[in-house]
């Protein structure tokens, strides 16, 4: 049963962090099969990671300890898709983790592939868009205004896409390789969660993740994540 969206801990103000706490992203990748086969949406992907979640089995992203995390609090976010040939914002309870081995000032997110740290559209709705842009579905133009998106968006979401794609193909492959056949390599590799947990550990990112986690964590946390259900 999923648990309600409230703040554990021992004090209200834990719900969100600030001063010189930080949150790490514990990321887990439960999409075992080829991104084309998957027909499950982002937030059902979330909430069975939520009802499966046991605290005391993960590893601390920092100290690599196991048997040691426990529940810190939880904090609400939104998550859009696109569902029904139309953008959705559903709703999200992320529960944050913190560990009481290495007692670092730090607190751990538990995200599973669909959910990119630090966006608010869904992994499937990126590559949804770059797929229609590099198969010609459709103009730039009637992709933005099919998907509410923006141009400064849309060509954002394309630059980022180039650069993770030239660092799982390699700068010769991805000069040698066009939009179309990368958009089809990643969405035909199986299983992603793969594909995903490789692109991790190389570039210390999450697939499409444009903002950085903190500097001192990202190989760190490529480590000793816990990334496998």
Known sequence: MHTPCVTQGHSPNLKRSHGSQCTVMIRKNLINCKLIREKRSGKSIFQGCMDHLRPGSEVC???GCRGEMRIHAYYDRSLIEFIGGRPVKVSLCVCRLICRQCKRPSTHAVLPDPVIPYCRHSLFFILRVLAEHALRFRSVERICEVFDISHKTFFRWQKLFEEHRREWQGLL????TDLKASVLELVRADPFSTFAV????LTGLSL???HKNPSHLQRKAGIVDSVFP
Do not use: A, I, Y
């Open 61 to 63: 992203p920092l100290c």
């Open 208 to 210: 499409l993740q444009s």
């Open 198 to 201: 490789s692109f991790f550990r």
């Open 173 to 176: 492959k991805s000069m040698e």
